[in-house]
């Protein structure tokens, strides 16, 4: 059988064996007997490149859990603007 994965609100993810044919969509907590529901996973990662698997795991983890941006990432440095004519006829990069 395998594993399906479920959250409960107070105490977070753990794993239950359910037939294929009959998975429950939430089912009591073995922990605290809250409600808790199954979680969508990706399978079959072995098939799959390592940047697709990459992309699954953070689509994943940012559902459930969305990250907080903390800090700017890194700044570009603007193009240098002039505004003498005389370079409009330099080569440009
Ligand atoms: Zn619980």
Known sequence: M??????CPHCGIFEQQHPMASVPKTV???????????????????QINSTRAKLIDSTNASAHEP???TSKPGTVKPARV???????????P
């Not at 002039?82 to 440009?92: A, D, G, I, M, V």
Request: charged fraction near 20%; glycine fraction near 2%.
């Open 2 to 7: 395998p594993l399906y994965e479920y959250k």
């Open 28 to 46: 009591v907590c073995t922990q605290c007997s809250s409600k808790a529901r199954k979680l969508i996973s990706a399978i079959g990662l072995s």
């Open 67 to 69: 990250q907080v941006v």
């Open 82 to 92: 002039t505004h003498n004519p005389l370079h409009t006829k330099l080569p440009r």
